[in-house]
């Protein structure tokens, strides 16, 4: 046409940005490789990473440490491009390593946003944890007294110490550092549930990791400001103190016999009605004298209180003869009561 003459001797000056070809699969180069691999990814798990995304000239295109965040996804369920999918499989915990993506695994022809059409991909990834919503919680134990008798179960109270990370070994949170015990009833709801099921079984003086699964701590949402979502927790545990429980249902036990004339006892003015006043007094003697048991670690009044309405059957703020029962005069009932 008009732009080359004819016979015209032509000069190309060319820069090689990529190339690839229709066969290619994924490559990938490993970087840091942790000496402790316990598991690798594998199909299905839930991976939280860091990444890089660069062309193959240098130029990056995306950065989850931008966005000060972790990408998390399902892998090999095609929640992500082809090649990234192949490319997380495999992996440990605090692995480094580059995957590199031709196009027809990647972003294709047509590209997307700042990655060109044809397009190689080079990710710089850094795993942070993974997890399978199957797991459980795991447990290891580093020390176990020789006198191991009496193991923590629901209800009992305990006293803890412990040291919260991430599996990256980010601190989270330390008893340590406050200089003093975290103090739960164990089964309550107080803790995640993970780590009520970590402090199951376990005696005065042992020392135990409790690695807890998302699904089982602070799930996808986390705790904003202090945990990660999704994130994959650990704890170093070391029990110092443990009170036991009461009956599952019961929040008052006697430790001998019941009185035959229970009900005259604690209506102290015999005017045949008991006030929340006189039963709180009633139960106070009892435990002081330790002829009763309260559950441990529960606000007294707030137990008294929670037994006084469960007898108060018509909600007039007393209680009479004809509506005082004991628990086990009411075993078809779910009541925390006497």
């Not at 209506?267 to 004298?289: K, R, W």
Request: with cysteine; charged share 25%; net charge negative.
């Amino acid at each position: 046409g008009k732009e080359i003459p004819g016979q015209a001797s032509l000069v190309f000056d060319v820069v090689l940005l990529d190339l690839h070809n229709p066969k290619d699969g994924i490559a990938i180069e490993n970087q840091l490789v942790p000496e402790s691999c316990e598991r690798r990814s594998q199909t299905g798990d839930f991976l939280r990473y860091h990444y890089n995304g660069t062309l193959l000239d240098g130029t990056l295109f995306d950065s989850s440490y931008s966005r000060n965040r972790t990408y998390d996804t399902y892998v090999g369920k095609g929640y992500v491009i082809a090649g990234m999918d192949e490319g997380l499989l495999g992996v440990c915990t605090g692995e480094k390593r580059r995957i590199i993506i031709p196009p027809h695994l990647g972003y294709g022809e047509e590209g997307r946003g700042r990655i060109p059409g044809s397009a190689v991909l080079i990710f710089d990834i850094h795993v942070v944890d993974f997890h399978n919503p199957s797991d459980s919680v795991s447990i290891t134990v580093h020390y176990k007294p020789s006198n191991c008798t009496v193991l923590s179960k629901k209800g009992d109270y305990l006293k803890y110490h412990y040291n919260a990370s991430l599996l990256d070994g980010t601190l989270l949170d330390s008893t340590h550092s406050l200089g003093k015990t975290y103090n739960i009833v164990l089964g309550s709801g107080q803790v995640v549930l993970g780590m009520d099921m970590g402090l199951q079984d376990m005696c005065v003086g042992e020392r135990r990791t409790v690695v807890i699964p998302p699904h089982l701590g602070y799930g996808e949402d986390g705790v904003e400001g202090e945990v990660p979502g999704s994130a994959v927790l650990v704890f170093d545990i070391e029990l110092l103190e443990l009170v036991s429980g009461l009956p599952e249902g019961y929040m008052f036990v006697w430790n001998g016999e019941v009185s035959p004339n229970l009900f005259e006892e604690i209506d102290q003015n015999h005017d045949g009605e008991v006030l929340l006043e006189e039963f709180s007094e009633y139960i106070q003697t009892q435990v002081d004298t330790g002829k009763g048991k309260l559950a441990p670690g529960f606000d007294f009044e707030k137990i008294v209180k929670n037994m006084f309405t469960n007898q108060d059957r018509d909600g007039n703020g007393k209680v009479t003869a004809e509506e005082f029962k004991l628990k086990d005069q009411e075993a078809k009932e779910e009541h925390d009561e006497l």
